[in-house]
């Protein structure tokens, strides 16, 4: 939570908590007087998510982000308290009605936007997660064998792979977990690893599926890139 927002007052405004608005007509009507509150992109995204809907949320956000309005909504914004310097990488929002209505305006519904900027929001088709499975004898031969080639052990007593990572140093080895946990969270697919100083232990297996998985094969893969990566 950045600084700027741990103050009680901005905190409590900040979460936005459901007792200061009240849904009415599917409006969010704000009890709370005029706060100002400074968000940072995410959180502004997430305000205005649940304000505007979220393809206008995006939207709007992100042409904050590039810092580049047209003047009509530059006024508009500028209107609903959005001030954002490309400098700093914060947009204040003025968290009132009014500003709510205003910003309403400048994001005009997202089809306005979309007009603008040509970017017709196709709906994509909801990924269908693909079924996890574990690995079969072919894909084991073919996909783990490289793995085990290149360092990885099979462990003893579990349909899992283990590696140890031996970095620079504890700033690169915490370089290397958070690129990792950035993915895994993509993927949601997480290892079980332990770091001591430079080394990180991991070891990969599919816990729904009791066993390696391909899961384990592309987390695998993805660690040896970072690992190169920082060599
Ligand atoms: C509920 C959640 O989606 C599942 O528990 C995910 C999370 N991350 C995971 N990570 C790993 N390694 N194995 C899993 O089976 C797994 N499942």
């Known amino acids: 939570m950045p600084d ?57 956000a992100n042409r904050l982000k590039s810092g580049y309005l047209t003047p009509l909504q530059q006024q508009q914004t500028r209107g609903a308290g959005f001030n954002y310097s490309r400098s700093s990488p914060q947009i204040s929002v003025l968290y009132s009605p009014a500003a709510k209505t205003a910003a309403a ?5 997202s089809s306005v936007l979309r007009r603008l900027y040509g970017t017709q929001k196709k709906e994509t088709p909801a990924k269908k997660s693909k079924m996890v499975v574990r690995l079969n004898e072919q894909e084991r031969a073919e996909k783990l064998q490289p793995l085990l080639d290149c360092g990885w052990t099979l462990v ?25 946990a950035l993915l895994a969270e993509k993927i949601n697919h997480h290892p079980e690893w332990f770091n001591v100083y430079n080394k990180v232990d991991v070891t990969l297996s599919t816990h729904d599926v009791g066993g390696l998985s391909s899961q384990d094969i592309r987390m695998a893969n993805y660690l040896e890139t970072q690992a190169n990566l920082l060599k």
């Open 4 to 60: 700027e927002l741990a103050s009680p007052r901005r905190t409590a405004v900040h979460t936005g908590k459901q007792q200061q608005n009240t849904q009415n007509n599917n409006k969010l009507v704000l009890e709370k007087p005029k706060t100002k509150m400074l968000l940072n992109i995410k959180c502004a995204q997430n305000v205005l998510k649940l304000n505007f809907g979220k393809a206008a949320a995006n939207l709007l």
């Open 105 to 109: 305006a400048a994001t005009g519904g």
């Open 156 to 180: 003893e007593g579990r349909d899992a792979i283990f590696k140890q990572y031996v970095l620079k140093d504890f700033n690169q080895a915490f370089a290397f977990m958070t690129g990792v």
